[in-house]
């Protein structure tokens, strides 16, 4: 079986063609790259969260992706990036799905907030932050991640992500506290029904990923007033309980990735400014800079 390499033994060189994933709860974002390729192949697929998901689920997934079982064959190297992977049992997790498929290539697991910090930032120093279903964020060194917030989850933190944006606006709106025009909206686009909602949220998987899709609504309505406030407070949430901690914060800029910050970067940098931190990159996906990362870091 091909090695499984964690951050303390990654390897000097890496062998092409190698495949990139950036996986978060919702979708995992693949890119199979080679040096003397024009273009890399890259596709999306759904996402895989190992807390959420056994080993059998997970492999059972990437089993299910027709790409990635064209490709897998094809690759020396994987470097997969993904939420929920900060332990070594979930990393061995997704490697064991991976080897399931391909037993001789080489893994390499870690953190979505290293391949953020590898697509935002590159080689240089700075904070990394994650707003997308979830969120996090870490001190990137330009080599490694030193420091990283602790992430609780959608049930006990992840402050300003897209799940509990999305908490925040259906308690609202089923606790008649959303204004009516607002909630007429809502209802005629989503058709919602408590009984409903409670057993997609306490009886089905990816309760997380099912609150996320709301936050897209208030997204998508930020021009009104109700909406515009509700993301204000929840990155505000989110700089106090994730970005201030860091003293870093007053000399680095901070990059962010995902779907959240990259649709709402307006509301983003108000925020910013009103706790006087720098604005670096904001992109939906680190992708494009990881590639450029593992293409320099192989010559």
């Not at 399931?100 to 080689?123: K, S, W, Y």
């Amino acid at each position: 079986m091909g090695a499984y390499f964690l951050a303390s033994n990654l390897p000097h060189t890496m062998a092409f063609p190698l495949l990139i994933a950036d996986s978060g709860s919702t979708k995992i974002h693949w890119c199979m790259l080679d040096l003397d390729q024009k273009r890399p192949f890259e596709w999306t697929a759904e996402g895989v969260n190992p807390y959420f998901q056994d080993a059998w689920a997970v492999e059972n997934q990437f089993r299910l992706d027709d790409n990635l079982k064209e490709v897998l064959p094809k690759v020396q190297s994987v470097y997969f990036y993904g939420s929920g992977v900060s332990t070594p049992k979930n990393q061995r997790r997704i490697s064991d799905a991976i080897h399931a498929i391909n037993p001789d290539v080489e893994i390499f697991v870690r953190h979505d907030v290293l391949g953020a910090a590898r697509g935002m930032a590159g080689h240089e120093a700075g904070l990394i932050g994650i707003l997308g279903t979830g969120c996090n964020l870490g001190l990137y060194d330009g080599s490694r991640v030193t420091r990283a917030a602790l992430s609780l989850g959608f049930m006990l933190g992840d402050e300003g992500s897209g799940a509990v944006i999305g908490r925040e606006l259906l308690a609202s709106f089923f606790k008649k506290i959303m204004p009516e025009d607002l909630a007429k909206i809502l209802e005629g686009e989503y058709n919602l029904e408590l009984g409903g909602v409670l057993d997609r949220l306490y009886h089905q998987p990816y309760p997380n990923r099912y609150m996320a899709q709301f936050a897209r609504f208030a997204v998508d309505h930020q021009s009104h007033s109700w909406c515009r406030e509700l993301l204000l407070r929840q990155f505000r949430a989110y700089f106090r309980q994730y970005v201030l901690p860091f003293p870093e914060h007053a000399e680095l800029p901070l990059h962010l990735v995902g779907s959240i910050a990259n649709y709402a970067q307006d509301i983003v940098a108000i925020v910013a400014d009103e706790f006087r931190v720098t604005l670096g990159q904001i992109d939906e996906s680190p992708m494009p800079g990881l590639i450029r990362f593992h293409k320099s870091s192989s010559s």
